[in-house]
């Protein structure tokens, strides 16, 4: 196992689900960015780094029907999929590093909070966005939460790249047209507040 797949499975194996920094009840930035893309039962959904969140739950309560979610914790999706129960059957897990990950199809909604902004190493960011651009065709819609350039410097004890939508826009390069940005500032389960900002891009 590499190192950052041992990172985030010792995060995930002595963390209750509230114990981590990024915990969302409700993820409602990226749910009103998802509406906004447009998405409709059928779209082709997929979260990046999607870890244990609580959106894939909020996805399905809303009748989305091809979710997908992929991270590089296998227990991080063992513990999704277990909490939703008989739900979790009509989603696809994928334990991968989204930075050597062979995608098999297309999406329509590329959704990443807080997994892009670890990826500190300029092949890695390549990687990424040779993924991003290989399984988004021209149309679809990304949204990709990281922290805002006045957010923290670690999250999980890892350094982090901080963003704007101006920067993240200039590092996903030309493919990717900026449709919408906004600022959160997330409460963690321990009341300390993070500046994230998300941006919402459409393939060109
Ligand atoms: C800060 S957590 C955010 C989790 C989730 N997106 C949320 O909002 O609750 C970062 C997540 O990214 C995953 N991750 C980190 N690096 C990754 C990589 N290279 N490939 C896939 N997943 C990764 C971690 O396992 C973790 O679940």
Redesign the pocket.
């Known amino acids: 196992m590499s190192d950052?797949a041992s990172h985030?499975e010792k995060v995930y194996t002595t963390k209750a689900e509230d114990e981590v920094s990024?915990?969302?009840e409700n993820?409602m930035t990226s749910l009103r960015l998802i509406q906004d893309a447009g998405a409709s039962p059928d779209s082709r959904i997929i979260?990046?780094?999607?870890?244990?969140?609580r959106?894939v739950d909020a996805l399905q309560e809303q009748g989305f029907r091809a979710v997908t979610v992929?991270?590089?914790?296998a227990s991080?999706l063992e513990a999704a999929k277990t909490r939703l129960g008989a739900a979790g059957a009509k989603v696809e897990w994928i334990v991968?590093?989204?930075?050597t990950w062979t995608p098999a199809k297309s999406y329509d909604i590329w959704h990443d909070?807080?997994?892009f902004h670890?990826?500190t190493e300029l092949a890695d960011r390549d990687a990424y966005i040779d993924r991003l651009r290989s399984v988004v065709g021209p149309g679809g819609q990304v949204i990709i939460g990281t922290f805002a350039l006045d957010g923290p410097e670690k999250?999980?004890g890892l350094p982090v790249q901080r963003y704007d939508s101006r920067s993240l826009a200039e590092v996903l390069g030309p493919a990717f047209e900026l449709a919408d940005d906004r600022a959160e500032a997330h409460r963690t389960p321990w009341g300390s507040i993070q500046h994230f900002q998300f941006s919402r891009f459409r393939r060109v």
């Open positions: 950052r985030w990024w915990f969302q993820p979260d990046i780094g999607g870890g244990a969140s959106l992929l991270d590089i914790s991080a991968a590093d989204v930075t909070r807080a997994a670890f990826l999250c999980s």
